[in-house]
């Protein structure tokens, strides 16, 4: 039984080895690839109307302005 674990333990260990070495192999972001991640088709929100719409309805239901995108309540705390 204790060879068992021993041996999941040492797979686990090379299984997350190999991924932390595949996310360190990765290169930077060259100049001439910027331009096809700034399109507007790869933001999180493409539609800017219902992206406000959205926003609109969580500052409603939160009852202040700018609850999206910074700290603190409707009582001014941060």
């Not at 991924?19 to 990765?26: K, V």
């Not at 609109?56 to 999206?68: D, I, N």
Request: proline share 3%.
């Amino acid at each position: 039984m204790l060879g068992i674990r021993n041996f999941v333990s040492v797979v686990i260990s090379v299984g997350v080895l190999l991924a932390i070495g595949g996310c360190a192999s990765q290169t930077p972001v060259q100049a001439w690839e910027k331009g096809n991640l700034a399109r507007p088709e790869m933001t999180f929100d493409s539609d800017r109307l219902d992206t406000k719409f959205m926003e609109h309805t969580y500052f409603s239901k939160e009852a202040a302005y700018g609850g999206s995108r910074v700290g603190g309540g409707g009582c001014g705390c941060n």
